[in-house]
């Protein structure tokens, strides 16, 4: 039982960090790139999005399997 009580606060303080942190993260980009991405158009501007999200697979899909494969060997 207590162990599901540290994984649950685990989860919530690793939330809430996350929250916190969210709108530090926006400000990463830089002014050469904003501009670059908003003078591209329509079809840039939905291949940037697209490209976000492909990048984003394989970065999930490895912190998943190391998260997986940490609780599997508990």
Avoid: D, E, V
């Amino acid at each position: 039982m207590r162990s599901g009580i540290g994984i649950a606060a685990a989860l919530a303080i690793g939330f809430l960090f996350c929250t916190i942190l969210a709108a530090h993260a926006g400000a990463q980009g830089c002014a050469m790139c904003y501009q670059n991405a908003a003078a591209s158009g329509a079809k840039g501007q939905a291949a940037l999005r697209h490209g976000i999200l492909i990048l984003l697979i394989p970065a999930l899909a490895i912190f998943g399997c190391i998260f997986g494969r940490m609780f599997s060997k508990r």
